[in-house]
């Protein structure tokens, strides 16, 4: 199957900093990606969807701000968390799917840790 | 609006009992179903999924699902769990078309003591 990837798979920061996170398709284009967002034994929360070379949608709630967003290319997406504080600790998923396929392929997530 | 229900929060079996996890959706139109496992501190694992066609979906691991659409409902079933099975287990749900978000629903945590 499809190979998507994030990098890192962790990181601790202190608050007031910001935190970048990559989510690579490695084996096919990714004309969409996903990003959502773990709280610990929760579920998964869609925070945003972003097409290659438009702006990302962004679900009701979630800043536009604070979570910025960019698709530039059709195997990269980056979510960058802007003035992180210890409440946007959370675990962060993404997921991409092309045009050939009608599933999602999930990454292996990105822990952030905001101190 | 769009929702997943998972009606099991917790469920605790011995091995080789069998297993059901209920899963009911409500989404307008075409619908993509999916189960997913999450094994302690990994990623997200495809487990099945249906699209159309038989409504009885066979996946990975000896999981199976039945897709009931006068119910809303997409089962997730097992003859006989393993200790391995010990997971969280989620449904989700899309939209026919390629490139829509899914939505989950809160994830079962099952428990298999040997």
């Known amino acids: 199957g499809a190979v998507v990837s994030q990098h890192p798979s962790r990181v601790i920061c202190k608050s007031g900093t910001s935190v970048k996170i990559e989510c690579r398709s490695l084996d096919f284009q990714a004309t969409t990606m996903f990003w959502y967002r773990q709280f610990p034994k929760q579920s998964l929360m869609l925070m945003a969807t972003?097409?290659?070379?438009?702006?990302?949608?962004?679900e009701q709630g979630v800043e536009k701000d604070k979570f910025l967003i960019n698709h530039a290319s059709l195997t990269l997406s980056t979510l960058t968390v802007t003035s992180a504080h210890p409440e946007d600790s959370s675990f962060y998923i993404c997921s991409a799917t092309g045009t050939h396929y009608n599933e999602q392929f999930f990454g292996p997530g990105t822990r952030l840790t905001v101190l | 609006a769009q929702s997943v229900s998972q009606h099991n929060h917790h469920v605790i079996l011995s091995e080789a009992a069998s297993l059901e996890l209920g899963c009911n959706y409500s989404y307008g139109g075409t619908v993509n179903l999916f189960w997913y496992v999450q094994y302690p501190g990994q990623h997200l694992q495809l487990l099945l999924k249906y699209f159309s066609g038989d409504p009885l979906v066979k996946g990975i691991k000896g999981f199976e699902a039945e897709f009931i659409k006068s119910k809303f409902s997409f089962n997730l079933r097992k003859p006989s769990v393993q200790w391995s099975d010990t997971a969280e287990y989620f449904c989700a749900v899309n939209g026919g078309q390629a490139g829509t978000a899914l939505i989950f629903g809160k994830g079962t945590t099952l428990s298999v003591s040997s």
């Open positions: 972003s097409n290659e070379g438009s702006k990302a949608t962004y």
